[in-house]
């Protein structure tokens, strides 16, 4: 039945994202902000899918960012840019340039407004992430960053990127840490399975601006791995009903 489910998501998958591709092409002419709106819009249309079709919800915890910060957050799927964007309104997400380059895609988040780096650039990629980071906090808008720089499977070693800490530092805000457990339910080969149940998604007590390079990055992982090991937990409890 998971498989069954997933196939007739993956359908209505396909069908609402060419509708609404082709539907907001004239968006790339338009303000950012209509980009904005028709983004959120896709991405409630795949949550509705994903509830009526695969039996797939999900609850937010904590307090949600109000003012512009610096948000961390774990990241296991395709699920967890969809989340957090719904959740926080029009956060800047810090991604690999390589999904810019993607058609239509690439071109609706480039309009949206995201930070895109190469990841080979070191120094040069740092400097650029950090001026569109200050761009973007001064107009109003959180930074949205995964510090590990990839997906990582549920109980996954943790490899925490030096990007975070170098943004924390030069930005000079604070950081809200964010764990999630989305892996345990989008999964499998290229993330096809989708299982019923509910993904949790956690905002975690803010880590103010001001702390030395090592201590925030101790604090960051800290926090997000101990709250993500406890969302594991009781996402495969949930799993198991």
């Known amino acids: 039945m998971v498989v069954f489910r997933s196939t007739v998501f993956l359908v209505w998958f396909a069908i609402i994202t060419v509708a609404i591709y082709i539907a907001v092409l004239p968006a790339l002419l338009l303000p950012r902000k209509v980009m904005v709106h028709a983004s959120r819009l896709w991405s409630r249309a795949v949550f509705f899918g994903l509830k009526w079709i695969c039996g797939l919800t999900y609850e937010v915890r904590g307090a949600v960012p109000q003012t512009p910060v610096l948000i961390a957050s774990k990241h296991m799927s395709m699920w967890d840019t969809m989340g957090l964007y719904l959740s926080v309104w029009d956060p800047c997400a810090v991604l690999k340039r390589e999904l810019t380059r993607i058609p239509f895609y690439g071109w609706y988040i ?117 709250a993500t090991k406890q969302l594991v937990v009781e996402g495969r409890q949930l799993l198991q009903m």
């Open 110 to 226: 480039k309009k949206a407004g995201v930070i895109s780096i190469d990841r080979g650039g070191q120094a040069s990629a740092l400097r650029k992430m950090t001026a569109e980071a200050k761009t973007a906090l001064a107009s109003g808008r959180s930074i949205l960053i995964f510090p590990e720089g990839t997906r990582k499977k549920p109980g996954a070693p943790p490899d925490y990127k030096p990007g975070v800490a170098g943004l924390y530092g030069i930005l000079d805000v604070p950081c809200v840490p964010v764990a999630l457990n989305s892996g345990l339910f989008w999964t499998g080969p290229m993330g096809f399975i989708k299982k019923p149940g509910r993904v949790v998604l956690e905002f975690l007590e803010p880590i103010p601006a001001g702390l030395k390079r090592s201590d925030f990055m101790h604090t960051l992982q800290a926090r997000i791995e101990a």
